[in-house]
């Protein structure tokens, strides 16, 4: 493969600004109306989009794309195979990372924390909620092992459709939620002097600080 440079690629970030005045006391509050704005602006898809990072059972770290599914002063929740790999991964070391990134705002939200399941019955009801296909997905589908082909997982998925069979949700399969810890607002501002206010949890209250871009 050739060297390809791609340093000429660059952009100016002129749309908005994250002033030393905030007001808001709780990031939870801030990332609220941010959400809300990315949601409003019709120009990014799958606004609840976030990067989850984890380490492996090998040391490695390891990123992937999710989608949140509720979030509150409690936390982040999105939903997963317990057996996967992210799962294992969360068992093995439960502190994680959750990355935003909206692009057309020029906005990044970076979220350490430390992720648990949610309860049986908040798993259930949001399982229950699902689309008929996406419940015989989650449940045939040994999330992160090995398969032979892609008919094995097409063979599974008619099967179970045809049984007509009440669909329960797996054990293995639920919600897991973040316990934000720390957040980090990233607002693009011109000549790469960017704005990031972080929020730091500190004797269970929020601390907030501006750091060099």
């Given at each position: ?157 008619s099967k179970l459709k045809k049984s007509?069979s009440n669909l329960i949700r797996p ?27 972080q929020f730091e949890l500190e004797s ?10």
């Amino acid at each position: 493969m050739k060297n390809n440079n791609i340093g000429y690629l660059r952009k100016s970030y002129n749309k908005k600004t994250l002033n030393d005045d905030l007001k808001f006391s709780s990031p939870f509050e801030l990332f609220q109306v941010w959400f809300s704005e990315a949601l409003l602006s019709n120009s990014i898809e799958e606004v609840n989009a976030m990067s989850l990072s984890t380490f492996g059972e090998d040391g490695y770290p390891r990123t992937r794309i999710v989608l949140l599914k509720q979030f509150s002063d409690d936390g982040f929740v999105f939903y997963t195979n317990y057996n996967s790999k992210k799962g294992k991964s969360i068992i093995l070391n439960p502190k994680v990372g959750l990355s935003f990134f909206w692009p057309t705002l020029e906005r990044q939200v970076i979220i350490n924390g430390i992720a648990e399941k949610v309860s049986s019955e908040i798993s259930d009801i949001y399982f229950n909620s699902r689309p008929l296909e996406s419940k015989l997905g989650a449940i045939i589908s040994p999330q992160s092992e090995r398969i032979p082909n892609r008919k094995f997982l097409e063979n599974s998925f008619s099967k179970l459709k045809k049984s007509k069979s009440n669909l329960i949700r797996p054990e293995h399969w639920g919600g897991v939620i973040v316990k934000a810890e720390s957040f980090e607002f990233w607002q693009g501002r011109p000549n790469r002097l960017h704005d990031r206010i972080q929020f730091e949890l500190e004797s269970n209250k929020w601390k907030k600080y501006r750091l060099a871009p």
